[in-house]
């Protein structure tokens, strides 16, 4: 004789029902079916379309787009064609540029424009490695050695032309010393206007011109007694234009008298010998002379 019973777990049968057989009605809100029997299926409605996809809507317009940029540069083409062919003729006109191209070095060029003014000093810049700014008055003496200026005054003439000179040194060729302009003359500059100069004089050692030494006592600072051989020598002047480096003219003989020892010297100890300076009054009366 064999027993049923209810799975581990489930309730036991009341004494009004049959084991295991379904209940009579449906099972009430909220509850479970009977055992072996499935779930009924819910009923919600119609079911909802699908979300439209925005990436896809994002594709369409993009495409739209540039379907209307496609046709917007046939028309465009077919209107430049239009012009460049003449009824009357069956080949094209071409038509030359008149303004060449400026090559950048990137790859595209672009026409000057005409009414740009110019860049400051690029026109009066000469073909010069050797050109160069001056920061300081001093770098004027540089035109004696054949180095252009760029940022003094363009020469113009002699008689609005401001002026510095310089003079070199026998024992140091290359070492050039500026040398006095009385302040009075029409062509004196301050120091801080050396933009404002045109006219470099520069003096130039004479070799060979080294005249008898004459002796000069001092005393060093040891209060030692020295003699120095005090030398004369010869310059010759010459006038260049500041910002090209270029002579615009001669200022001849300048002499470095020897006639009496000066209060101060400076002379080289290993020969114990100094050189007369270039006479500051032939200086400016070659000055006045070229200047005038």
């Not at 054949?146 to 020469?155: C, W």
Request: aromatic content about 8%; proline content about 13%; some cysteine.
């Amino acid at each position: 004789m064999s027993e049923n019973y209810p799975p581990y777990g489930e309730p036991q049968p009341g004494p009004n029902t049959t084991p295991w057989s379904a209940p009579p009605g449906p099972p009430q809100q909220g509850g479970y079916p009977p055992y072996g029997q499935p779930p009924p299926t819910p009923h919600y409605g119609a079911p909802l379309p699908p979300a439209p996809n925005k990436s896809n809507q994002g594709l369409i317009i993009g495409l739209v787009a540039g379907a209307v940029v496609l046709i917007l540069a046939i028309c465009g083409a077919g209107v430049g064609l239009l012009l460049a062919y003449d009824d009357d003729d069956s080949e094209p006109t071409v038509v030359a540029s008149s303004a060449p191209t400026l090559d950048t070095g990137s790859g595209t060029g672009s026409a000057p424009d005409p009414a740009a003014p110019p860049t400051p000093g690029a026109a009066d810049q000469p073909n010069n490695n050797n050109s160069m700014t001056a920061r300081y008055s001093s770098d004027l003496s540089n035109v004696c050695e054949g180095s252009p200026i760029l940022n003094t005054a363009p020469y113009n003439g002699p008689t609005s032309a401001k002026a510095y000179t310089f003079s070199n040194n026998p024992d140091r060729p290359t070492s050039w010393s500026s040398k006095y302009i009385p302040s009075d003359k029409p062509y004196y500059a301050k120091s801080e206007d050396y933009q404002k100069v045109s006219v470099v004089g520069c003096l130039k050692f004479d070799e060979g011109s080294e005249g008898s030494p004459k002796k000069c006592q001092y005393k060093d600072k040891s209060e030692k007694q020295i003699t120095i051989d005090y030398v004369s020598s010869r310059y010759t002047l010459t006038f260049y234009a500041a910002k090209t480096a270029e002579k615009i003219g001669g200022g001849g003989t300048v002499t470095a008298p020897t006639t009496r020892c000066p209060s101060f010297i400076s002379y080289d100890k290993a020969t114990m010998r100094a050189y007369a300076a270039p006479d500051s009054g032939t200086i400016e009366a070659a000055l006045d002379k070229f200047l005038s």
